[in-house]
C-alpha cells in the first residue's frame, strides 16, 4: 500500500512539473554588424530543421530588435537576412523559460572572400528588400505538374481567385512577366495558368513603373503591381511544357461525348523566350478575354489598345479623347453577343505563339493568338418597364446560335540607342470573323396581363473585321542638364468593317377590346454595312527641371479621323421576288475629326512625394456629310467645333515602409459615337427601334478619387482604402419614347447632365496564423443618379449598392488546403417616375477550393460555387450550387504523368443567371449552360528537354 502511495505521489509531482513548463514561446534578439550597429529591416524567419519550410517570419525594427511570439517547441533553425550581409542561421534551443533571448547577434558584411560561403548558405523561404518580397519557389511545395498559379495561392500575401485574378499585398496584379520579360502580352493569367509551378525558381513582388514613366522618362508617382517569375536554370537549358488529354461522357444523356485536348512547350534562355500554346474542346473552356468579347460587340480597338503614345495627364496616358465611349464605335455591324463567356454551349479552339529577345539594349516582343468559339445561347428573359402611369412586361424565348474567330498579332519593338536616346515601336492587329443566327419569340404585357404585341424575330449577320493600331516613340534625355527631355510619338489606327445582316420577323398587334382585330406586319430586311476608320495623330512632350525638384511639363496632341460609313438596306419586293432598296433606311455617312490639346503642366517630385497641378485646352472639330438612299445627290453638311478648358492635379505620395497615399482629379470628355451621330433608323428589332442625333454634344465626366494602401511585410497585414466621385456634364442619355397602344418603344441619344455616383472600396488582410491561415475582408458601397427622359418625363432613378466580402486562405500543410469566399450584394434602386416599383436586388455568392494529398501519390481537388439571385419585389428567387470534384494519382518515377478522373456539377444544376436595375427597368435571364459531365484525361509533363541543334547566333 505504501508503494501504492509513493508511485502516485511521484506522478503527480512530474505531471505538475510539466504542468508548469511553458507550451509557447517567444524568441527575440536583436541584429547588429561587426561593429554592433543595428541593422534594421532585416528578414527574420523561423525554419523547420528537416525540410527548411517556414514556420514564423518578422522584421526587425529601427534599433534591430525583433520578436517572435506564440511559438510552439520544437525543432527550428532561425534565419536572419539582410542585403550586403552573410545571412546568419542559428539553431533554437528550448528550456523552462517562456522568453528566448538570443542576445545581440551579428551579422558579417559580405566580401569577396565569404563569397562562396553566401552561396553555399541555404536560400530563406522568403526575403523583403524595400517594396519587394522574394520567395523562394522550393519552399513551397505544389503537388507535380500544377500551374504558377497554384503556387501563388500558398505564397504568404497572395491571393488567388477562382477565375485566376492575382491579388498581392491588398492590391490588384497588373503584369506578370517571366524573367523580366513579357508573355503574351500584358495578359497575366497567360503565365500563371500555362506555365508549370516546377520550372520557377523565385517570385517576385514589386511595384514598377507605369508604362507611361518608363517611356516618357517622368516619374510620375503611379506603380503597376507586378509579379516576376524567374525560371530555374535547368529550365533555360531545354525544352518544357505539358499536354492534356481527355474524353468524357455528358450527364444528362444524348447530349453526346465531352472531350479536350490542351498542351503548351516553352524554350527559354538568357536572351530568348519562345512559347507555344494551344487548346481544343467542347466544355465551355473558351480561351477568350473579355476583349475578344467586346471587340464581337463592336468596340473598335483604336480604343482598347493603349499605345502609350498619347503625351499629358489625362487617364493615366491613355486615349486623351474615346472615341465612341460605349462600342459600335466604326458605325459598323456587329455580332449581337448574348450569355457572356462560359454561358451557353461551346465549341472553342485556341492557340497561340509567343517569342522574347532581350539584351541590354534591344528588347523585342512578338505574339500571335487565335481564337474561335461556336457558342448555343438559349435563354430566357424577363423585362418590367416602369412609365409613369403604369408598366407592361417583356417575356422572351430566344435560341441563338454564334460563331466567333480572332487573329491577333502584336508586336513590340525596345532599342536603347545609346544612354541618351530610346526607340519604340509597338502594333497590335486583329482580324476578326463572326456569324450569328438568332431566332427569338417576344410577348409584351400591358400592366402584366394583357398580350399587346407577339414578335417572331429570324435574323442573321455576317461580319469581317480587321484592324490594325502602329505607334513610333523617340525620347531624348539631354546630356547638358539632368532632368530635360524630349519625347515625340507618331501613329496610325485603321479598321475596316464589312457585314451583312438579314432581318425577319412577324409582328403581331392585337387590340384590347377585340381579341379578334389582330394587325399582322411582316419585316423582311437585309442591311449590307461597309464601315472604315482611319486616324493619324502625334503627340509631343517637354519636360524642363527648375529650381530644386520642380518639373515643367509641356505637351501637345494632334489627331485626326476620318469614318465613312455606307448602308444599304433592301426589302423583298413581293411582286417580282427580288430585293429592292429601301432610301428611307439607307444611308451614307462621312465625317472628319480633327482634334488638338495644348496643356502644361508643374510637377514637383522629392522623397517619395510627387505632385502635379495643370491646365489643358482642348479642340475639337466636326466636318461631316450625311445622305440617305442608296445613290444620294444631295447632302447634309454637319460642320461644328467644340473647345474645352481641362485642369487637372494628381498627388502621390510613397509614405516609406510600404505605405502609399494618392489622390487626383481629371476631366475626361469624350465625343458621340458615329452609330450614335447618325439620324437613321435602327429597326433590327421591331418592338426597340433606335435612331441617331447629329446635334449631339460632347460629354464630359468629372472625377475625383483617393487612396491609400499600406502593407506591413513583418505582419503581413494589409489595408487598401479607395474614394472616389464621379459627376457628368451633357452625357450621352436615350430618350425613350413608348407608344401606349403598340408599346413600340423608340429611342434617340441626348444630351443631359447632372448623372454622377461616388462609391468606396475598403480591403483588410491579415494572417490569422502566419504561413498556415490568412483572413480578407472588404466592403463597396455605391451610391449612384441616373437620369433618363421617357415620354417627355424626366425619370431620376437612385441606385444605392453595397457589397462585402470575405476570403479565407488556408494552408496548413502540403497535404492539405482550403480556400473559401463569400460575397454579398444588396441593390436599392428607386424610381422618381412610379414609386411604387422601387425594389431590392440580392446577389449572394460562395465558394470554397480544396486540395487534398493521400498516400501513394493520389490527390483529391474540388470546388464549390454557390449563387443566389433574388428579387422578391417580382418574386424572383434562383439558386445555382454547382460542385466540381476529381481524384487523380502522379505516375512514374521522375512524376512526369497524371491521370485524372473528374466529375463536373456533380448536382446538375449549373444555369447561366443574371439580374440587373437600371433606368426604367428590371430584367432577369437564364441561359442554359453546360452542365454535368463526367472526364477522364492524361497529363503528360516535358521538363529539361535537352537540344543538340546547333545555334548559330540565333535562338535554334
Request: net charge positive; proline share 3%.
Amino acid at each position: 500500500m505504501l508503494k501504492l502511495l509513493l508511485g502516485a505521489f511521484l506522478c503527480f509531482c512530474v505531471s505538475l512539473v510539466y504542468a508548469q513548463a511553458p507550451t509557447r514561446f517567444q524568441i527575440q534578439g536583436i541584429t547588429a554588424d561587426t561593429a554592433s550597429a543595428p541593422l534594421g529591416s532585416a528578414t527574420v524567419m523561423l525554419l523547420q530543421r528537416k525540410d527548411s519550410s517556414l514556420v514564423n517570419f518578422t522584421r526587425t525594427n529601427d534599433k534591430g530588435a525583433f520578436s517572435l511570439r506564440n511559438v510552439k517547441r520544437g525543432d527550428y533553425l532561425l534565419k536572419i537576412s539582410y542585403v550586403g550581409f552573410i545571412p546568419f542561421q542559428q539553431d533554437i534551443v528550448f528550456s523552462d523559460k517562456e522568453v528566448i533571448d538570443l542576445g545581440t547577434l551579428k551579422m558579417k558584411a559580405i566580401t569577396k572572400e565569404l563569397f562562396e560561403v553566401v552561396i553555399k548558405t541555404a536560400r530563406a523561404p522568403l526575403s523583403i528588400k524595400g517594396d519587394t518580397i522574394e520567395y523562394n519557389a522550393a519552399s513551397f511545395k505544389v503537388p507535380p505538374g500544377l500551374t504558377v498559379e497554384d503556387l501563388l495561392r500558398k505564397l504568404p500575401g497572395v491571393q488567388v481567385d477562382q477565375d485566376g485574378n492575382i491579388n498581392a499585398q491588398g492590391q490588384q496584379v497588373q503584369k506578370v512577366t517571366v524573367d523580366g520579360k513579357r508573355f503574351f502580352g500584358n495578359d497575366p493569367k497567360m503565365a500563371t495558368k500555362n506555365l508549370p509551378a516546377d520550372a520557377i525558381s523565385k517570385v517576385q513582388i514589386f511595384n514598377d513603373k507605369s508604362e507611361q514613366s518608363k517611356i516618357t522618362g517622368v516619374e510620375d508617382g503611379k506603380k503597376e503591381k507586378t509579379v516576376n517569375l524567374e525560371l530555374k536554370e535547368g529550365f533555360k537549358k531545354g525544352g518544357f511544357g505539358k499536354i492534356t488529354a481527355g474524353g468524357g461522357l455528358d450527364g444528362n444523356g444524348g447530349a453526346g461525348p465531352r472531350g479536350e485536348i490542351k498542351g503548351n512547350y516553352n524554350k527559354f534562355d538568357d536572351k530568348n523566350q519562345f512559347s507555344i500554346i494551344g487548346l481544343t474542346n467542347n466544355t465551355n473552356q473558351t480561351g477568350m478575354s473579355w476583349d475578344d468579347y467586346q471587340d464581337f460587340r463592336g468596340s473598335s480597338s483604336l480604343n482598347q489598345w493603349n499605345d502609350n503614345g498619347d503625351f499629358g495627364f489625362g487617364g493615366g496616358g491613355g486615349i486623351i479623347i474615346s472615341i465612341g465611349g460605349g462600342g459600335d464605335d466604326d458605325g459598323g455591324i456587329s455580332i449581337p453577343v448574348g450569355g457572356g463567356n462560359g454561358r451557353g454551349y461551346s465549341n472553342n479552339i485556341a492557340g497561340g505563339i509567343n517569342y522574347n529577345y532581350n539584351t541590354k539594349k534591344v528588347k523585342t516582343n512578338a505574339s500571335y493568338y487565335y481564337n474561335s468559339n461556336r457558342q448555343v445561347l438559349d435563354a430566357v428573359r424577363n423585362r418590367e418597364t416602369f412609365l409613369q402611369n403604369g408598366t407592361f412586361k417583356t417575356a422572351e424565348e430566344s435560341s441563338q446560335i454564334n460563331f466567333l474567330g480572332n487573329h491577333r498579332l502584336a508586336f513590340r519593338h525596345d532599342q536603347t540607342i545609346d544612354s541618351l536616346n530610346t526607340l519604340l515601336f509597338t502594333n497590335n492587329s486583329r482580324y476578326n470573323v463572326g456569324d450569328t443566327r438568332l431566332g427569338s419569340l417576344q410577348q409584351l404585357f400591358k400592366n402584366n396581363t394583357f398580350k399587346s404585341n407577339e414578335t417572331t424575330i429570324n435574323n442573321g449577320t455576317n461580319v469581317n473585321k480587321i484592324e490594325t493600331a502602329n505607334t513610333l516613340i523617340y525620347r531624348l534625355m539631354f546630356k547638358q542638364k539632368k532632368g530635360r527631355s524630349f519625347a515625340v510619338s507618331a501613329s496610325y489606327n485603321f479598321t475596316n468593317n464589312d457585314g451583312i445582316a438579314d432581318q425577319r420577323s412577324v409582328n403581331l398587334f392585337y387590340n384590347a377590346t377585340d381579341p379578334n382585330d389582330v394587325l399582322r406586319r411582316v419585316l423582311d430586311l437585309t442591311n449590307n454595312t461597309g464601315s472604315t476608320v482611319s486616324q493619324i495623330k502625334s503627340s509631343l512632350l517637354f519636360v524642363e527641371p527648375f529650381a530644386k525638384r520642380f518639373f515643367w511639363e509641356s505637351f501637345l496632341n494632334l489627331s485626326h479621323r476620318s469614318d465613312n460609313v455606307d448602308r444599304d438596306v433592301f426589302d423583298l419586293a413581293k411582286d417580282s421576288g427580288k430585293r429592292s432598296p429601301v432610301d428611307s433606311l439607307s444611308s451614307f455617312y462621312k465625317n472628319n475629326y480633327n482634334y488638338a490639346r495644348v496643356g502644361s503642366s508643374i510637377r514637383y517630385s522629392f522623397k517619395g512625394l510627387n505632385f502635379s497641378a495643370g491646365l489643358a485646352v482642348q479642340s475639337f472639330q466636326i466636318d461631316g456629310q450625311f445622305a440617305r438612299g442608296q445613290e444620294p445627290t444631295s447632302f447634309l453638311n454637319i460642320n461644328r467645333t467644340f473647345t474645352t478648358w481641362l485642369p487637372n492635379a494628381s498627388l502621390n505620395y510613397d509614405l516609406k515602409n510600404n505605405r502609399y497615399l494618392w489622390s487626383a482629379y481629371n476631366v475626361n470628355v469624350n465625343q458621340p459615337s458615329t452609330r450614335d451621330l447618325q439620324p437613321i433608323i435602327d429597326n433590327s428589332n421591331p418592338l426597340f427601334i433606335r435612331q441617331g442625333n447629329p446635334d449631339l454634344l460632347p460629354s464630359t465626366n468629372h472625377n475625383v478619387n483617393f487612396g491609400y494602401n499600406m502593407f506591413n511585410p513583418a505582419s503581413f497585414m494589409n489595408i487598401n482604402v479607395n474614394l472616389f466621385y464621379s459627376y457628368n456634364v451633357n452625357q450621352v442619355i436615350y430618350n425613350q419614347q413608348v407608344d401606349p397602344n403598340t408599346l413600340i418603344t423608340v429611342t434617340k441619344p441626348i444630351n443631359i447632365s447632372g448623372g454622377q455616383s461616388l462609391g468606396s472600396y475598403v480591403g483588410f488582410g491579415f494572417p490569422l496564423k502566419k504561413t498556415k491561415a490568412t483572413m480578407n475582408l472588404n466592403f463597396n458601397p455605391n451610391f449612384s443618379k441616373n437620369l433618363t427622359p421617357i415620354n417627355g418625363v424626366m425619370n431620376q432613378t437612385n441606385t444605392n449598392s453595397y457589397r462585402f466580402g470575405t476570403r479565407l486562405d488556408l494552408t496548413p500543410g502540403d497535404n492539405f488546403t482550403f480556400f473559401a469566399n463569400a460575397n454579398w450584394s444588396i441593390s436599392d434602386t428607386k424610381y422618381s417616375i412610379n414609386t411604387t416599383q422601387n425594389q431590392q436586388i440580392v446577389n449572394h455568392t460562395y465558394g470554397g477550393t480544396m486540395n487534398i494529398r493521400l498516400p501513394k501519390d493520389f490527390f483529391i481537388n474540388s470546388n464549390f460555387n454557390y449563387q443566389i439571385y433574388i428579387n422578391k419585389r417580382f418574386g424572383f428567387n434562383q439558386q445555382v450550387p454547382v460542385l466540381n470534384a476529381s481524384i487523380y494519382k502522379i505516375l512514374g518515377k521522375a512524376k512526369k504523368a497524371e491521370v485524372r478522373l473528374s466529375l463536373y456539377d456533380a448536382f446538375n444544376r449549373n444555369l447561366g443567371v443574371s439580374q440587373f436595375a437600371n433606368q426604367n427597368y428590371v430584367s432577369q435571364e437564364r441561359v442554359q449552360t453546360l452542365a454535368r459531365y463526367y472526364m477522364l484525361s492524361f497529363t503528360y509533363n516535358m521538363r529539361g528537354m535537352n537540344t543538340n541543334i546547333k545555334r548559330r547566333g540565333g535562338f535554334f
